[in-house]
C-alpha cells in the first residue's frame, strides 16, 4: 500500500523551493578546530521530518483549488571527543563541533493528499530534495569555522520507514547517531 500512496504523493506534488529556516553553529570553547587531533573524535548525525503543513489555496476566480504543502525537515551532524560517547546522549553536552539546520521544502500540488501518501512522501522524497542543500551548507559552514577536512556528508540512503520498524516510532526527532572516527 505504501508504493501506491508514494506514487500518487509523486504525480502530485511539484516542488517549489527549499529554503533555509533555521541554523545552529557551535565551536566548543577552548577548541583549537585546525589543530584537533581527528584520530580522538567521532561523528553524530541525524535527519529527520520535523512537521508538514498544508495549505489549501482557493482560486479567487472560481477555479481549481491550489494546495500547499510545506515539509519541515531538521537535519545536524556533530564531533564529539570518542571518549565521550556516553555523556554526548545528555541533553546538556557541549560537543567539540556541532552544525544544525531546519529547512522548508515546497511543494504545490492540484489536489489534496491523504495522510498515507504524505507520510509515504515525508519517508522517501522529501529529505531528498533537501539533502543538496544540507550537504551545501555543512560545507559552507565548515569552511567558516576551519574544519579540515569538513563533515562527510554522504549521498541521500532512504532508511527504513517507520511502519516497518516500531521501535522507530519510540525514538526522539533529534536523536544524534554514531558513525564512527572521521
Same mark, same amino acid.
Given at each position: 500500500?505504501?508504493?501506491?500512496?508514494?506514487?500518487?504523493?509523486?504525480n502530485s506534488l511539484c516542488i517549489q523551493s527549499v529554503n533555509l529556516k =533555521?541554523? +545552529?553553529?557551535f565551536v566548543r570553547d577552548g577548541i583549537d578546530i585546525p589543530a584537533l587531533d581527528r584520530d580522538e573524535t567521532a561523528v553524530q548525525s541525524f535527519r529527520s521530518i520535523i512537521r508538514v503543513e498544508e495549505i489549501s489555496l482557493a482560486d479567487p476566480e472560481g477555479g481549481e483549488d491550489i494546495w500547499d504543502y510545506r515539509f519541515i525537515y531538521s537535519a545536524g551532524v556533530r564531533l564529539i571527543f570518542?571518549?565521550?560517547?556516553?555523556?554526548?546522549?545528555?541533553? =546538556?553536552? +557541549?560537543?567539540?563541533?556541532e552544525i544544525v539546520s531546519v529547512f522548508e521544502a515546497k511543494y504545490l500540488s492540484k489536489s489534496q493528499l491523504k495522510k498515507d501518501e504524505i507520510k509515504a512522501f515525508s519517508a522517501d522524497n522529501a529529505g531528498y530534495h533537501v539533502w543538496p542543500y544540507w550537504r551545501e551548507y555543512v560545507q559552507s559552514c565548515c569552511a567558516r569555522i576551519g574544519l579540515s577536512p569538513a563533515f562527510e556528508v554522504p549521498v541521500y540512503i532512504v532508511v527504513p520507514r517507520k511502519d516497518e520498524?516500531?521501535?522507530?516510532?519510540k525514538k526522539s526527532v533529534k536523536t544524534f547517531v554514531s558513525k564512527g572516527k572521521k
Open positions: 500500500m505504501m508504493n501506491v500512496c508514494l506514487k500518487n504523493a509523486q =533555521e541554523s +545552529k553553529v570518542s571518549s565521550e560517547k556516553e555523556e554526548s546522549a545528555k541533553d =546538556e553536552y +557541549k560537543p567539540i563541533v520498524n516500531p521501535e522507530a516510532d
